[in-house]
């Protein structure tokens, strides 16, 4: 027997499987077990059917070669965070203390601080510096069983820096377990050799993505459409440049105001459109048609105090998926942990803790377009992690607390 076809047997185990063909809250198989081949789930299910499942395996030819009791440990999917800002130099306190002292983050960003200001710190940064922090920033996530991780663009605004940074992020991906997924995002602000010529900046971008995605950079495409960003006609356009080059979008859509974005970016069938505190009733239908997931940031919306809440029960009522994610960046939420966005997607946004765990496992997985993930089904990346918890409910109900015990990332369990 050789080692494709060995299957490692997890078993005792409490699986919030998160699969929605299971009617069970949180798809919970008490009593479960997982079959492992390679990188794949081969099976998912409960011990009582574990032996009709080894004798179907053996009649393929594969065998048990190492077996793991789990004695009642809870299992789930690794985790998504599916919309960061991982790849950046320097930070931002001090702009945290003047807006304590009541200047707004738009006001800092017109006077050309904020997300600019990260830009100057990450263009003087090395690649070697780049990669040293974003790396921490990941580690600090996969510690708690975050085994896929969307990571933009967005602080370099130059040709040379917004291709280093996606560099990075690749190398992230091929260093680390955990799995990357780029998304380029030029247009986040307009850098400061572009000054009253923001048309002209559009038109780089566009070159420059043409450029990542030749050189295989770039999974998916981002842009901020808001007033300290760029308009809804600029977006378009970069947009029609993706669309041509066949990539998958998602919009920063309705943080600060309702610029139609969301509307916008559900015209070109865009993946998600992420924060949505201002998202009018026209943009969730349109989502709603075009199958977008809602990603919401309560991190940003906690740390830029903001007191708009996203439209939490007419998405619900639309049926369109939500999601959540860190929205890890130094300027508006500069946060190293999804188990908190559980949390606080719950008590600020009201969702109930297994819509939260949906936000981060099945719903994550649709906002990156990955159908093998972020649930724990047969045919999916064997990625999930052990937590010493009796139920998926206590993973939002604590905050400060990390129980994730292991955590196993395409078939390959690490220590994080
Ligand atoms: O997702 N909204 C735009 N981009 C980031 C913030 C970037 C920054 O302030 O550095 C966000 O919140
Ligand atoms: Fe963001």
């Known amino acids: 027997m050789n080692a494709s076809n060995t299957l490692t047997l997890w078993r005792g185990a409490t699986l919030a499987t998160m699969d929605e063909a299971l009617a ?7 009593d479960g077990a997982l079959l492992v081949q390679g990188d794949r789930l081969h099976w998912v299910g409960s011990e009582r059917d574990l032996p009709t ?3 179907d395996a053996r009649r393929q030819g594969l065998g048990v070669q190492a077996e793991q009791a789990l004695r009642g440990a809870l299992v789930t999917p690794g985790l998504i965070d599916a919309h960061t800002h991982l790849v950046y130099g320097g930070d931002r ?4 203390e003047r807006r304590l002292q009541g ?3 738009e006001q800092i960003a017109r006077e050309g601080g904020g997300i600019r200001s990260t830009v100057a710190a990450t263009r003087a940064a090395s690649d070697e510096q780049l990669f040293a922090g974003a790396a921490a920033r990941a580690g600090a996530l996969m510690h708690e069983g975050v085994t896929t991780v969307e990571i933009k663009s967005g602080y370099g605004l130059a040709a040379e820096h917004e291709a ?3 560099a990075v992020a690749r190398r992230l991906g091929r260093e680390l377990p955990l799995a990357v997924r ?7 602000a307009l850098p400061p050799e572009y000054a009253g010529r923001s048309d002209d900046y559009v038109d780089a971008a566009i070159g420059w993505l043409q450029q990542q995605h030749a050189a295989g950079l770039v999974d998916a495409v981002d842009a901020f459409c808001e007033t300290i960003g760029f308009t809804p006609a600029q977006v378009r356009r970069l947009f029609d440049a993706a669309r041509a080059l066949g990539l998958p979008l998602k919009l ?4 600060l105001s309702d610029q139609g974005g969301a509307a916008l970016a559900a015209g070109y069938g865009a993946l998600s459109c992420d924060h949505l505190e201002h998202l009018s009733l026209h943009g969730i239908e349109a989502m709603r048609d075009a199958g977008s997931v809602a990603l919401l940031l309560p991190g940003a919306f906690y740390f830029l105090r903001d007191t708009r809440l996203p439209p939490v029960d007419a998405l619900r009522e639309a049926g369109v998926p939500i999601a959540l994610a860190t929205d890890h960046n130094p300027g508006s939420s500069p946060c190293g942990s999804l188990l908190l966005m559980l949390n606080m997607g719950c008590t ?5 803790p297994e819509e939260a765990l949906r936000g981060v496992t099945v719903h994550a997985a649709r906002a990156l377009g990955l159908a093998d993930r972020g649930a724990l089904r047969a045919g999916h990346r064997a990625d999930f992690a052990v937590w010493d918890a009796a139920h998926p409910a206590e993973l939002a109900y604590r905050f400060g607390h990390n129980p994730c015990r292991r955590a196993v990332f395409a078939g390959v369990e690490r220590s994080t």
């Not at 600020?348 to 109930?352: A, E, S």
């Open 24 to 30: 069970a809250p949180y798809g919970l198989l008490a």
């Open 252 to 255: 920063h859509a309705e943080q």
């Open 182 to 188: 780029t998304t380029s995002l030029a247009l986040h």
């Open 103 to 105: 200047v707004s983050y």
């Open 53 to 55: 499942a080894l004798a």
């Open 164 to 166: 280093r940074c996606l």
């Open 93 to 96: 306190a001090a702009e945290f």
């Open 348 to 352: 600020l946004f009201r969702l109930t």
